[in-house]
């Protein structure tokens, strides 16, 4: 498994939830990490995204609610959930892509936000 997402779960809604996501090191050349999320019947969307300097960018819907974050020791992506929705509710999935264009997709971690 080249990229390992974990700690979806079931939550109430306001609560919180770190969603992590490590790199396999057959991955080379990380550049940007990212964080979409499909919920049932909807399109794939990007929640979150941050580049190899740091640069981060928010779908609308989650800013000021979900930080992302990076640590490139680790090879690890990271996104904090706070204040959470029903409409969070969603299998989130980590991308990463590296220098030479290519897409990695891990398996996608499950969050449910109960009302």
């Known amino acids: 498994v080249q990229l390992q997402a974990s700690g979806g779960g079931l939550v109430q809604a306001g609560g919180s939830l770190r969603l992590s996501c490590a790199a396999s090191?057959?991955?080379?050349?990380?550049?940007?990490m990212n964080w979409y999320r499909q919920a049932p019947g909807k399109q794939r969307e990007l929640v979150a995204s941050i580049t190899s300097a740091g640069s981060t960018t928010y779908v609308d819907s989650v800013k000021g609610r979900f930080t992302i974050s990076r640590d490139n020791a680790k090879r690890m992506v990271y996104l904090q959930m706070n204040s959470l929705k029903p409409e969070d509710t969603a299998v989130y999935y980590c991308?990463?892509?590296?220098?030479?264009?290519?897409?990695?997709w891990g398996q996608g971690t499950l969050v449910t936000v109960s009302s």
């Open positions: 090191r057959s991955i080379f050349g990380i550049n940007t």
């Open positions: 991308n990463i892509q590296n220098w030479a264009g290519l897409d990695y």
